[in-house]
């Protein structure tokens, strides 16, 4: 399979156009997006010379819509690499979800609602030196109320206790595995779950990134711990055929064609 790369320098940068991003993950696992459009990387940032023109207002919201969508793309896509990738290597322990108790953070107020949570996977980092997370905020779509989800790994220090319904004092259970508490964290309640299907549970995650985040503008659409690997990406130029003609059919896991107003593709995961 033919590759193109870019490097970049303060004096050069070579440009060059492809329609295929191949990404492939720890296990040896490939996730090939194919484009009917082409693609450019490498381009110079340039001041757009008709940056002082007029536009009409419809396609300025049509412009701002399709900045949305690649940012809600983006966003999900990276979250579903970074989960699925270091977990092959490190597997994830714990799903977890987070919520906040008013009386303690504005779950409303994303400027207090972030310091408080950093506090504590700083807290949680020091009690677990070896701590891996990642954690995307949800807002609720009507109250605007935030909460975490999460997943988790190297936590031998946390304190879980088993769920238990508080009317009737029977283990709380979903889809047949039980529901712990984390003691760890005092600023409003918890649920936690144990991590049995990787590649679940990495799009899974994704799934809270919704279009209410993205409009929020939130300075950051999701956390993660440092030390986090990506996937290697390499980029080609395929029409269709020659594509197909390349991949090992009985190694595709799903094929979906996916079209919206603003592009249309095909993706293969493999």
């Not at 979250?79 to 919520?99: Q, S």
Request: aromatic share 14%.
């Amino acid at each position: 399979m033919g590759v193109s790369r870019y490097k970049s320098d303060t004096n050069h940068l070579t440009i060059f156009s492809y329609n295929t991003k191949v990404k492939t993950y720890a296990n040896g696992d490939k996730s090939i997006e194919f484009h009917s459009y082409i693609n450019n990387k490498g381009f110079p940032k340039v001041k757009d010379k008709c940056s002082k023109l007029k536009y009409d207002k419809d396609e300025i919201e049509k412009s701002r819509e399709h900045q949305k969508f690649k940012n809600l793309y983006r966003t999900k896509q990276a979250i579903i690499d970074l989960a699925y990738h270091n977990g092959i290597m490190i597997p994830w322990e714990y799903f977890v979800t987070l919520t906040f108790d008013d009386k303690k953070v504005n779950a409303n107020n994303y400027d207090t609602l972030s310091p408080a949570l950093t506090k504590w996977l700083n807290n949680m980092k020091h009690q677990n030196p070896n701590m891996r997370y990642i954690l995307a905020p949800e807002p609720h779509p009507k109250s605007g109320r935030i909460h975490f989800h999460g997943i988790f790994a190297n936590v031998p220090n946390w304190k879980l206790t088993e769920a238990r319904n508080p009317h009737t004092g029977r283990l709380i259970k979903r889809n047949g595995l039980q529901i712990y508490n984390l003691a760890n964290y005092k600023y409003g309640y918890t649920t936690v779950s144990k991590v049995t299907n990787l590649e679940a549970v990495s799009v899974y995650i994704s799934k809270y990134i919704t279009k209410e985040l993205i409009n929020l503008c939130y300075k950051k659409r999701y956390w993660c711990s440092q030390g986090l690997e990506r996937p290697t990406i390499e980029y080609a130029d395929f029409d269709e055929e020659t594509l197909m003609f390349s991949i090992d059919k009985d190694k595709i896991k799903n094929k979906y064609k996916k079209t919206t107003e603003f592009s249309k593709s095909i993706y293969l995961q493999i």
